[in-house]
């Protein structure tokens, strides 16, 4: 049996840099709970303040009310992406969400995790892509390190823990491809 155990006292993620200053983090903070975590609508005023705050975004992005973005300087998004009520953003390192893509309701795209093999439960970290046209569904996961493939779909309340490939439907915990994904005009 190992003699080992999880000592949360010991965890130190000091090699981690989010990228801004403090001041800038902090500033964030409050326009994202003014502007983002609330009912706030207008989706231009959204795309200028993510902008300001070095996000990348292109044109008729459409960010719905109640979402949550950890750091802006760490996203990218395309033209006509979508960003449903209550996702989660929780960008530790480069989210790209590339044009069409989909984030639905209460999604969650989590760019950390913990080791959990460590005494010391260690910060990892991992970008994410979600590929053109692709679609992550209600309340699904995507896991740090994950690429969506173009014009794959997360189905509703999955979890990817891996990257999905191009043009499939994926399903359950962890999530499963189950079937091409079809696109008709």
Known sequence: MNALKTDLSTFNNDWYKPG???LKRVTWYIVNVMFFKSSF???GVKRFLLKLFGAKIGKGVIIKPHVSIKYPWHLVIGNNAWIGEYAWIDNLTTVKIMSNACVSQGAMLLCGNHN???TTFD???GTITLEEGS???AK???CPGVRIGSH???TVGSIAT???LPNSIYQGNPAQKIRERQIKS
């Open 123 to 125: 910060l990892m970290v």
């Open 135 to 137: 679609w992550v569904g």
């Open 152 to 154: 794959t779909i997360l």
């Open 140 to 142: 699904a996961v995507v």
């Open 20 to 22: 801004a200053s403090l």
């Open 162 to 164: 891996c990257s999905l």
């Open 116 to 118: 959990y093999k460590k």
């Open 41 to 43: 609508p207008i989706y």
